[in-house]
């Protein structure tokens, strides 16, 4: 059986090193997708791109202008090249926890739990936008939704995962890019005979249910969700239209060598299952909020970045230079140099991805064009009332946050910055998208209303 | 205000009447199901007829310390002591549940206010018991809820490896009878082959496949870190085939006996397809196979065979079924659907052998136990003590309850995230202390569990495993071992310490360096550690936008404060000292420690200083000191580690209704001299871990 697989399990284990480039791009997009081919509008995009522990909010306020006049500051200054495509978004707050901290904010992201509905660990969890806006928009792909992580540890759910399929149960996350290759392209699709085994565990599962009588049968309704997403990627594959060939490169393997390899890696991928139409709505973390030590996004240093240190001579203290990133940013005054470095190094993330879906020309215009990407984070260093930086670390007024695409004509006036009133809740955001794609809601969490001045 | 406080005692709110009017049409209510069911159950009735009067009884201290901030007027965390009442649903034990809770662990009454005596604490205490003790289900204890669970990696790694290698009950390591694990050697040197150097599993690659585990909770069994993301089957399927293909491959020799053997069997017609199958998917799925799912898998196996595939191709379709089957991935499928209609009976032999294995091995039963739980042997207490203690004694306990429930317990793997500096501590670079202070660790936690000896020893022991490195680290004297040539394997003794500033889990680098900032110790982090894994009451998290990090602030004599002193600034805002003033005490006791765990008696130019002590408690100083005060909190430490393995090994939080378990679990346990075995078997013994619900309670 082994022999018929197109990717052998010698060509998954033993693909070169991580470090390598992802250059199929142009030939894999779905033919009807394909510059050219205008018969079917392309279907619209969602990716939500998170920036971990919180973003210095001084350096995303006084973005002017709009257009081609619009300037940006100096933190948001990679996106210039695309800088029309964008829409700033100033002076949302972020949804508040009663016992906030790292540990329990990446899930408050997206959230959409009411208040006082906790989960069985206390945080108030509910299914969150990403997967309402799939089960709207994602008819037709193979995948339901795809979740990315870019980080090595993740001991904590709360810390670890944006996406939530409800209250406790987080939609999980890839961390490893050869995962998200092997999903897009893995053998278990191609192997005529996946179906078979997949008709027998499903009857198994059935079976199983059956038997549990009244007691809780979550994990076995997750489970079946299991089979039929495999199942409906196999049925994607098997639709002509749909075949995509396989690359010629070897996968990517292993743990990435470096920081930015593995961010630059998944990133590649984002684009690349947006491009070929394997998923419509997408969550990529660039790194979590688990309160640990070593090797985490908490203890991310300027050499992890790869920043030059010598760039923060006569700025920064020298002792700093080798702190963490969370750990900088609960001194915000001495370290803000390295906050907005750091800061800057992942809006550059952003701008790399923005541009990779741009290059890609796809029905009248380009990919990005019928995408909206959401970037932003929970955690912020909010002003004081003198507008400079504030104290203490991290509270959730003012999240930076942005938005990029054109959405297939549902953000049609893009390019400028839109401020809102002190104290509105990010979550009028989300249900504004929501409302936007047809999804009848009249609130979204703590949410007050939708957000006027976006479409 | 006074007034106030003391009315709802002596003069019960005019609501009363109607609680009392619901509690006898509830009692009727009651009464009826019972009869319908015709269980009546006695000693219960009796039990209800005098529930008015322990809450009577408390109600005055009640009023006198909680009642001014938990009353009507403005009920604190939203809870009214005055109104809450007799329990009548499920869900009403739960406040009181936290009253219990927060009174036990000393959180409340809040230090600055009135303290109850020590009789109060116990009366109150014992009359909340005596209420929560009342929740039933239909007369019966609750076992807690009882959910089908996914298994998590370390489960899956193992039962993987066990069902291809079948019988698989022989130490795959050499093992030398005569130098049995942790005997000494004629050089002073210690056997320790069961763990050192760390073995090879032999399904590693499954650590590759699947995703990592949350933890949340404390361990990995906890079933609601447990959830199946999406793309789990997907994962599960390549698992599979990589076992396959490393089984046909003859990867290991390991394999040659076991499911190859049986798969060759089968190819040569010594056994028919259905046959191989059955007895596969009974092993996979723990329990029998049933007819139809034989059927389904052979239909599997026809199906390529008809398609023109060879033996080998099609016989590994259902072989790939059986590894990913909810039958085999999903524990709690071994207990068979039961017509009872009571809403608690014991878990069926095979659903307690599965139960038993996951919890000492993290993986599949064996033939002994499958074979004792189908002639319905298991639940007989000798027997089932009998397996347990044969279970500490095989190999597979390393991979199960020690690093399960132990490197879990002791928090290892964040301990293993200490990042020292490397400018300041090349030493420990060099020297690759991190790894052998992890295997420090390890080494000592397997012989408590080989040796069988006293849980108290992980607080207090004066005896402990060294190597030349780590000798010269702690700088101990007269240690035995000479400087091994470089690249030299590392040799480990076992020594008794000179003074009892060394000895515990405490005392060792792992936990010191893993509590630490790169450059200077965290009281904070070290108190916590010792709050989460040696008392079991992890401290709340600080609230939202506070600044939890240590500024290295300035003193007056622009001198640099020690960390004690920073702790004691810290401790001046009253919203962190509530919390902080259980937590640092802990940490600061153990500061002649510095980052990297060598002793030290000064700390920037002054002498350390390490003394604390708890509210309402002894002033403590230093190591020694600390553990002094645990070791005088024997019971607490006791019912924190029998509380933590009962978690781990019914796989949920504990809530109120365990209380009783838990506690029978510690009477045993401390009458057995605090033997790490009996904790175990007790666990294994206990009513939760050996009943289930068979529905859940309506809210």
């Known amino acids: 059986m082994s022999k018929r697989m197109p990717i052998s399990r010698r060509t998954m284990l033993r693909g070169v090193s991580a470090a390598l480039a992802l250059p199929w791009l142009e030939a894999m997009s779905p033919r009807s997708a394909r510059a050219g081919s205008s018969a079917t509008k392309p279907p619209l995009r969602v990716a939500f791109v998170y920036h971990p522990l919180g973003a210095d909010a001084t350096a995303w306020k006084g973005v002017q202008g709009s257009g081609k006049e619009m300037r940006l500051t100096p933190t948001l200054r990679a996106l210039e090249p695309v800088k029309e495509e964008l829409i700033v978004v100033d002076g949302l707050d972020g949804r508040r926890h009663p016992a906030s901290g790292h540990n329990r904010s990446a899930c408050l992201w997206l959230s959409s739990a009411p208040p006082g509905k906790a989960d069985a660990w206390g945080v108030e969890t509910d299914v969150t936008l990403d997967q309402l806006l799939a089960a709207k928009l994602s008819a037709g792909a193979p995948l339901k939704s795809l979740e990315m992580s870019c980080t090595t540890h993740g001991e904590l759910m709360h810390a670890m995962f944006l996406s939530w399929r409800g209250p406790g149960v987080p939609t999980g996350a890839e961390t490893r890019p050869r995962d998200v290759f092997a999903r897009m392209f893995g053998d278990a699709k191609r192997d005529a005979y996946q179906k078979s085994i997949l ?89 979590d909020e688990s309160e640990s030590a070593k090797g985490t996004t908490y203890h991310r240093t300027l050499n992890d970045f790869g920043i030059d240190k010598k760039s923060f001579t006569g700025k920064v203290e020298g002792k700093y230079l080798d702190w963490g990133h969370h750990q900088c940013s609960h001194d915000p005054k001495p370290t803000q140099p390295l906050i907005q470095a750091v800061d800057r190094w992942y809006v550059d993330q952003l701008a790399y991805i923005l541009q990779q879906l741009r290059s890609v020309r796809e029905g009248d215009g380009t990919l990005l064009d019928h995408c909206i990407v959401v970037y932003g984070c929970t955690n912020g260093t909010p002003l004081d009332p003198k507008g400079g930086i504030g104290w203490p670390g991290h509270a959730l007024k003012d999240v930076a946050c942005l938005l990029a695409g054109k959405g297939g004509g549902l953000l049609k006036r893009t390019g400028r910055q839109v401020q809102y009133r002190q104290g509105t809740p990010l979550c009028n955001l989300w249900l504004t998208l929501a409302q936007m794609v047809g999804i009848e809601r009249k609130s979204f969490g703590t949410s007050t209303g939708p957000l006027s001045d976006l479409g | 205000m006074i007034d106030r406080i003391a009315r709802p005692a002596s003069n019960p709110p005019p609501s009363i009447g109607n609680e009392l009017m619901n509690r006898v049409l509830l009692r009727y209510l ?140 022989a130490d795959p390591r050499k093992r030398d009878p005569r130098n049995p694990p942790f005997a000494t050697k004629p050089d002073g040197s210690v056997n320790t082959y069961r763990v050192l150097p760390p073995p090879e599993h032999l399904c590693n690659f499954v650590l590759q496949v699947l995703p990592q585990d949350t933890r949340d909770g404390g361990f990995d069994t906890v079933g609601d870190n447990l959830s199946i993301p999406s793309s789990l089957l997907e994962k599960y399927l390549r698992c599979s085939r990589l076992l396959l293909d490393d089984v046909f491959a003859l990867k290991s020799n390991a394999y040659r006996e076991g499911l190859f053997n049986q798969i060759e069997r089968t190819r040569k017609g010594q056994q028919t397809v259905p046959v191989f199958l059955r007895a596969f998917a009974t092993k996979a799925f723990r329990r029998p196979a049933t007819a139809e799912e034989v059927a389904r898998y052979v239909k599997l196996f026809d199906l390529a065979r008809e398609k023109g595939d060879d033996f080998d191709t099609a016989i590994r379709l259902p072989l790939q079924a059986i590894l990913v089957s909810p039958n085999c991935v999903l524990l709690g499928g071994e207990d068979r659907a039961s017509k009872a209609t009571a809403s608690v009976r014991p878990l069926s032999d095979l659903a307690l052998a599965s139960r038993l294995s996951y919890f000492l091995w993290s993986s599949t039963p064996d033939e002994q136990l499958f074979r004792l739980a189908e002639q319905g042997k298991l639940q007989v207490p000798q027997v089932l003590e009998q397996q347990v203690q044969r279970m500490l004694n095989d190999y597979r306990v390393r991979d199960g309850l020690l690093k399960g429930f132990l490197c879990q317990w002791l928090q290892l793997d964040r301990l293993e995230r200490a990042s020292p500096d490397v400018d300041r501590f090349p030493f420990y ?191 403590f100083d230093g190591v020694v000191g600390l553990k002094d005060l645990l070791v005088s909190r024997r019971d607490d430490f006791v019912r924190s580690f029998v509380e933590q393995m009962l978690t781990y090994a019914l796989g949920r939080k504990l809530e109120f209704y365990d209380a009783p378990a838990v506690k029978q679990i510690f009477q045993a346990v401390i009458k057995d001299e605090g033997k790490l075995s009996r904790v175990v078997v007790e666990v294994a013994r206990s009513y939760p871990f050996r009943h289930r619900r068979t529905k859940e309670p309506t809210p």
């Open chain 1, 199 to 287: 008709d027998a565990v499903a009857e198994d599962a059935r079976a199983f249910k059956a038997n549990l009588g009244q007691a809780d049968q979550r994990r076995l309704d997750e489970y079946l969700e299991s089979v039929r997403s495999l199942e409906r990627q196999i049925a994607a594959f098997e639709q002509g239209t749909r075949k995509r060939p396989a690359p010629k490169t070897a996968p990517p393997e292993g743990p990435p060598p470096s920081l930015p390899q593995h961010v630059k890696l998944m990133a590649d991928l984002l684009v690349l299952a947006l491009q070929t139409d394997f998923t419509r709505v997408l969550t990529c973390a660039l790194g």
């Open chain 2, 429 to 619: 670079f060099q020297n690759n202390l991190a790894e052998l202070m992890t295997q420090e660790l390890v080494l000592f936690a397997d012989v408590i569990l080989v040796e069988d000896r006293n849980i108290l020893e992980f607080v207090d022991a004066d005896w402990g495993f060294l190597c030349y490195p780590l000798a010269q680290h702690y700088d101990i004297d007269k240690f035995p071992g000479r400087k091994p040539p470089s690249n030299a394997q590392v040799t480990w003794y076992r020594v008794k310490y000179p003074d009892r500033r060394r000895g515990g889990v405490l005392t060792m680098g792992k936990v010191l360096t893993g509590t630490s900032s790169p450059l200077r110790t965290s009281p904070v982090q070290r108190g916590k550690w010792v709050l989460e894994s040696i008392l079991g009451t992890p401290p709340p998290p600080p609230p939202p936008d506070v600044d939890n990090v240590l500024k290295e602030e300035k003193g007056e004599g622009k001198k640099l404060l020690t960390v004690p002193q920073l702790m004691e600034r810290h401790r001046a805002n009253p919203a962190c000292y509530s919390c902080h003033r259980a937590i640092d005490p802990l940490g600061i006791a153990l500061e002649n420690f510095d980052p990297v765990g060598r002793w030290r008696e000064r700390d920037q130019d002054q002498p350390v200083v390490a003394r604390g002590s708890l509210a309402g408690g002894k002033e």
């Open chain 2, 30 to 169: 009651e009464v009826l199901t019972v009869l319908a069911f015709l269980t009546a159950n006695l000693p219960g009735q009796e039990a209800r007829s005098k529930e008015e009067e322990p809450l009577r009884d408390i109600r005055v201290v009640l009023a006198k310390y909680c009642v001014s901030c938990h009353g009507e007027t403005t009920p604190k965390a939203g809870l009214n002591l005055g109104s809450l009442g007799e329990p009548t649903h499920a869900a009403d034990f739960i406040p009181w549940a936290k009253v219990r809770q927060r009174i036990r662990s000393g959180q409340m009454p809040p230090a600055d206010r009135p303290q109850p005596t020590a009789r109060e604490r116990e009366h109150v205490l014992g009359a909340v018991e005596s209420v929560l003790a009342r929740h039933t289900l239909d007369g019966q204890p609750d076992p807690g809820p009882w959910h089908a669970r996914r298994m998590n990696v370390r489960e899956y790694m193992n039962t993987l490896r066990d069902l291809v290698l079948y019988k698989g009950a």
